[in-house]
Nanobody, 126 residues
Framework: QVQLVESGGGLVQAGGSLRLSCAAS????????MAWFRQAPGKEREFVAV????????YYADSGKGRFTISRDNAKNTVYLQMNNLKPEDTAVYYC???????????????????WGKGTLVTVSS
């Protein structure tokens, strides 16, 4: 069992930066593939980025390539999402999620994830 708690969301102007954190409980955190998703009002939840258990492999949705960086610190049971050059269309609730399966390079579906946090709201003003 893994429990996930996101933090770091807030209001930021376009062009600004935020770093989201996701703290996990459980001794097996380091064995999970971890991902970030987001859900804007009235839209479906969409994949943002994913990182392998070791942190050695990552994959990003086109929306975040070159602007977002996913990382993890297994000693702290935490995964991060550094978001730079934010745009109003990045406004959403951001969720972290854990996947028992081995990392693969590609987009992830929300239905395949095993554990979810409750999300943190990011609002980007123009």
């Amino acid at each position: 069992q893994v429990q996930l708690v996101e933090s770091g969301g807030g209001l930021v102007q376009a062009g600004g930066s935020l770093r989201l954190s996701c703290a996990a409980s459980g001794r097996t955190f380091s064995s999970y593939t971890m991902a970030w998703f987001r859900q804007a009002p009235g839209k479906e939840r969409e994949f943002v980025a994913v990182i392998s258990w070791s942190g050695g492999a990552t994959y990003y949705a086109d929306s975040g390539k070159g602007r977002f960086t996913i990382s993890r610190d297994n000693a702290k049971n935490t995964v991060y999402l550094q978001m730079n050059n934010l745009k109003p269309e990045d406004t959403a609730v951001y969720y972290c999620a854990a996947d028992r399966r081995t990392f693969r390079s590609g987009s992830y579906s929300p239905e395949g994830m095993n554990y979810w946090g409750k999300g943190t709201l990011v609002t980007v003003s123009s």
